[in-house]
């Protein structure tokens, strides 16, 4: 038998982007009942999604019946696929019939609110002190050392993702995805979703879903000149249509972005 490379098919590692059950209680009774609640509300909205069930949000020592939890989101025609837990929590969390995923925000604690991106890059930044800089004078950038006959090193250019553009109505069933900003040029239809890693914009009627920072960009918002959607989100952070959205928006221009653990849906001032 030929050891040589098969054309059928390959093995490969990937990122699958994925609905999360971000889980913030043990007490397995009143998830259910929580979740029980969310779904009488809109039975068929996330009927046939994959969810990973995320624990991170709970103690180190606190459990959950995983198996229990997968079973009723099956019955809520959802499709557990996998579990995403804390290394202290992974005994318990492995023992279930599910996998253990990997998650991209791991660096970070997730029992924490996400940093907008130029709040993690103050942060970060090297920090000037009064004993730097000369009384009255501006702070100047830190001298690099001089080697005679050297250029001086190009900065290089921040990578840029893609804009998706789309100039035409989307129809219930399709679904746009975007690395990097999505604009849409037509009316976003029920049952239709659009999602970004970065900004959404809608030029038309959103009636479908939207969900923008579809990576974890808190940063990322959502504009659209008549609000009427049955989801938006952003970073993953959610509303619905069956919860009421604030008064003036519907059928408006309007935006939404995230404060903390909050959307902010408000008027979209045309000028």
Known sequence: ???SKTTLFELRSGAIDAVHLVVKTPDFAALAEALQQRFDAAPEFFS????????????????LPLDELAALLRRFKMRPFGVVAQAAQQTWAGASDLPL?????????????????????AATAPATTAADVA???EPQAAAQPSVPGATPAQEPAPATLPTVLIDRPLRSGQRI???GDLIVQGVVSHGAEVMAEGHVH?????????????????AARIFCTSFEPELVAIAGIYRTAEQDFPAGVRGKPTTVRLQGEQLLIEPLALK
Do not use: C
Not at 48 to 63: F, M, N, S
Not at 102 to 121: F, H, I, L, Q, Y
Not at 205 to 213: S, T, V
């Open 1 to 3: 038998m030929s050891r």
């Open 101 to 121: 995923l990997d998650s991209r925000d791991v660096g970070r604690d997730p029992r924490k609110p996400a940093e907008s991106a130029e709040a993690a890059e």
């Open 202 to 218: 809608i030029y038309g009627a959103l009636r479908g879903r939207a969900l923008a920072g579809a990576r974890g960009n808190t």
């Open 177 to 179: 995805y975007s690395p």
């Open 48 to 63: 046939g999604e994959a969810v990973a069930i995320d624990l991170r949000r709970l103690a180190d020592d606190a459990t």
């Open 135 to 137: 009384p009255g004078a």
